[in-house]
């Protein structure tokens, strides 16, 4: 349904999204005006991978917002720029008030923020920090992501405590790190999980990188197949990347040279996108996921968006979301507890 959804052309989207609310009781009409007769806002949600578990949940988590707060919602898939920039001329066109955006290229920033300006919405980015045209992050425009170094941090710890555990040393083992780069937030996150093993006594001789070209289970599976190639002689593999796909693809690629859960072990960020991997009868080198909240990406941006619109309160210029880690112990109890899953 979602992915029909997707297909369809904008306009007629925003008519749906408005057949679909038109019914809803909206508790936050503003006073002296019925649900019916106040104007619902208008407010555009745009996601750079639509496909990603993580980002159907924000959305979920948006339409949740929508229902609870009385305004309309337009989702937007958006995997490059040209279709970022037709979609906010729709949105502009459907009158929305505002735009929430996790962008597929950071470096759309400036164009994003001048586009949005012209006309007249209101702007926050979500999980991906605009970059200006001089590299540095856009601190001007409004921004909730993840505290992505303390999330990469805990990730290199669970990394190194299950080693321990294992009883690995530095002479038998390598830290496989799935990484991408041109992100920051991406980079942050492995940068992260590089410190903490480091910290944890493991030298540097034993990090390998496998830059993703692209950010999916194949760019990782491609980075990671051909690390594995050239470095034959590592025995056991700890490993990282910036989200549960990069490590997936690197769990996936770890199998096809015959390495299993017991010559490897993975931890992974979003908590999203590996259920199904936890669900697995028998366990893979995924050990677990650092849960990130997907309802406060999805609902609070929309949220302070709505509010921001409505009764002129600017949210905060920067929020940073933490993240819990589940296991295949905990991840049904927590994932209910969240509301990701029933
Ligand atoms: C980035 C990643 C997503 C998710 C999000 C919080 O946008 O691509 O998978 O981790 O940050």
């Known amino acids: 349904m979602r992915l029909t959804l997707l297909s369809l052309p904008l306009t007629v989207l925003t008519t749906l999204a408005g057949l679909l609310l038109a019914g809803c009781g909206r508790s936050d009409a503003p006073a002296g005006k019925t649900a019916r007769e106040a104007a619902p806002v208008t407010l555009g949600f745009l996601v750079k991978q639509p496909e990603e578990p993580w980002f159907q949940l924000e959305w979920k988590f948006a339409e949740q917002a929508a229902q609870d707060l009385g305004f309309r919602l337009v989702r937007i898939g958006a995997t490059d720029g040209e279709k ?5 001329d729709s949105l502009a066109a459907a009158g929305a008030k505002g735009l929430v955006i996790c ?3 950071t470096r759309l920033g400036p164009a994003i923020a001048a586009k949005t300006k012209a006309a007249g919405m209101k702007l926050i980015a979500v999980d991906d920090q605009f970059v200006g045209t001089d590299g540095k992050p856009m601190t001007a425009v409004h921004y909730l992501g993840i505290s992505a170094a303390k999330i990469g941090e805990t990730v290199g710890q669970t990394l190194a405590a299950e080693m321990k555990k294992r009883g690995w040393t530095a002479a038998d083992t390598g830290v496989c790190v799935a990484s991408f780069d041109e992100l920051a937030t991406a ?7 590089i410190r903490a093993l480091t910290a944890a006594g493991l030298p540097e001789r034993v990090f390998f990188r496998a830059p993703m070209r692209t950010p999916d289970i194949p ?3 491609d980075a990671v197949t051909t690390l594995l190639t050239r470095q034959g002689a590592v025995r056991n593999w700890l490993v990282c990347g910036f989200n549960d796909n990069a490590v997936l693809g690197a769990v996936r690629a770890l ?3 015959g390495i299993g859960a017991d010559r490897a072990v993975a931890v992974g960020i979003n908590g999203t996108d590996c259920i199904t991997e936890l669900e697995k009868p028998r366990p893979t080198a995924f050990l677990g996921s650092m849960l990130l909240s997907a ?3 999805g609902y609070r941006t929309c949220e302070m968006m709505f509010r921001w619109i409505r009764d002129g309160v600017e949210p905060p ?4 979301t933490t993240g819990v880690l589940i296991t295949r112990e905990n991840f049904r109890q927590v994932l209910r507890e969240q509301g990701v899953r029933e």
Do not use: M, N, Q, Y
């Open 84 to 88: 970022v920039l037709a979609g906010i």
């Open 103 to 105: 962008t597929p290229d």
């Open 187 to 193: 980079r942050e996150r492995t940068d992260g999980a």
């Open 219 to 221: 760019g990782s599976f």
């Open 255 to 257: 199998e096809g040279a």
């Open 295 to 297: 309802k406060e990406h």
């Open 317 to 320: 210029l920067e929020t940073r």
